[in-house]
């Protein structure tokens, strides 16, 4: 996503949609700025479809082909140890596109809000992209890094499933 100097990741789901985080677009709300994804290196305009501030989640629709590059979604939580993949743009430019890989160290409630904390290693700007699962399903969304630099520190934190899979189906 590229506008007024914000960047993050996201992942295309079908039917024109994107899924992000919301922190990556709620400035954009809020200014009422326009909202752009590079989708095949060409910039869409998005409108937001609907967004969680509580979960930070959002979905955005766009006019793209349909059919291309379509994640799907787990049917199942996944659990303490399982492997996963953090994909996203890292820092924001696609030159970075990542796709990294780790495991769900612990799940943690924090004010009434299930999160997933993982270690496969995230930067600034992958922030909305997916947490897949091994068989490259998507299970959560990227939501911040644990650090006390700003520098990558081992802890990468998303929605926890359960309230993911409720937004998404709602």
Not at 6 to 14: D, H, N, P, T
Not at 70 to 77: D, G, T
Request: aromatic residues 10%; glycine residues 12%; charged residues 20%.
């Amino acid at each position: 996503f590229m506008e007024s100097g914000a960047r993050g990741s996201g992942s295309y789901i079908g039917s024109g949609q994107i899924l992000t985080a919301f922190h990556v677009v709620d400035s954009h709300i809020i200014q009422k700025d326009r909202i752009f994804y590079a989708f095949n290196d060409v910039l869409h305009e998005c409108t937001m479809v609907k967004y969680s501030k509580e979960l930070d989640l959002a979905i955005l629709k766009m006019n793209i082909p349909t059919g291309k590059h379509v994640l799907k979604f787990a049917s199942k939580p996944p659990k303490i140890g399982d492997k996963v993949y953090s994909i996203g743009f890292h820092f924001g430019l696609p030159v970075l596109k990542v796709a990294s890989q780790g495991h769900i160290t612990n799940i943690v409630n924090k004010d009434g809000v299930k999160l997933m904390l993982f270690d496969a290693p995230i930067n600034s700007g992958a922030s909305g992209g997916a947490i897949l699962n091994e068989n490259f399903e998507i299970i959560g969304v990227n939501q911040m890094i644990y650090t006390r630099t700003g520098d990558w520190a081992g802890i990468g934190i998303c929605n926890h499933f359960e309230d993911f899979a409720g937004f998404i189906h709602e």
